[in-house]
């Protein structure tokens, strides 16, 4: 079986990704926060080592029974290159670690969790934080909430949305914090 592993819009919106059932719980804890600026989301939630906290994440079986096909599915759907998805492979102890070096504690609790839940592979999206390039400052809760406050009122609209559609099972230090300063976004 191949997992692919979400945690935001891939699990209310799946577009044209093709899996197999329904999202369930129980995927592997990792490192999240909402540390990305779209185009269509003035945050959204991405695996973040460096400021991310540990959530739980959710896992759907891939309709793909082969590898690359499944990375090309996941690709297609994010819109993204071949580069930003990231896999574990058990059997040929393959993985996408020499592209994120930075992630070798994800590698290794993915892996963990493919052994103990005897899944082949698992797929995700790696597209990284970018808050720090586009702003020009440093992220934190603090600095992203002073951002969410500056934007126009249908950008804070859209992106408190998705800070109410992502799963409450994801917890992170900024949601706490935007459910605290927006009570209708928590």
């Known amino acids: 079986m191949i997992a692919i592993l979400g945690w935001g819009s891939l699990i209310w919106k799946p577009q044209n990704l093709q899996y197999i059932g329904n999202w369930e719980t129980g995927g592997p804890v990792l490192p999240l926060e909402f540390s990305r600026i779209t185009k269509e989301r003035p945050l959204t939630i991405i695996l973040d080592p460096e ?10 079986q891939s309709a793909q029974s082969n590898l690359a096909d499944a990375i090309r599915d996941l690709m297609q759907r994010e819109g993204t290159t071949e580069e930003r998805i990231g896999y574990v492979e ?33 797929i995700w999206t790696a597209i990284p934080p970018n808050f720090s390039e586009r702003l020009g400052i440093k992220f934190s809760v603090n600095s992203a909430i002073e951002y969410l406050k500056t934007l126009p009122e249908s950008a804070q609209a859209s992106g408190l949305e998705y800070f109410r559609k992502t799963p409450a099972e994801i917890q992170t230090p900024l949601r706490q914090r935007v459910a605290m300063e927006w009570s209708e976004a928590a």
């Not at 059997?91 to 992630?103: F, K, R, W």
């Open 90 to 122: 058990l059997q040929g102890n393959q993985s996408s670690l020499q592209m994120y070096p930075e992630q070798i504690k994800v590698d290794e609790t993915i892996r963990r969790w493919c052994k103990d839940n005897q899944v082949s592979a698992a």
């Open 51 to 60: 400021n991310g906290v540990a959530c739980p994440t959710r896992v759907a």
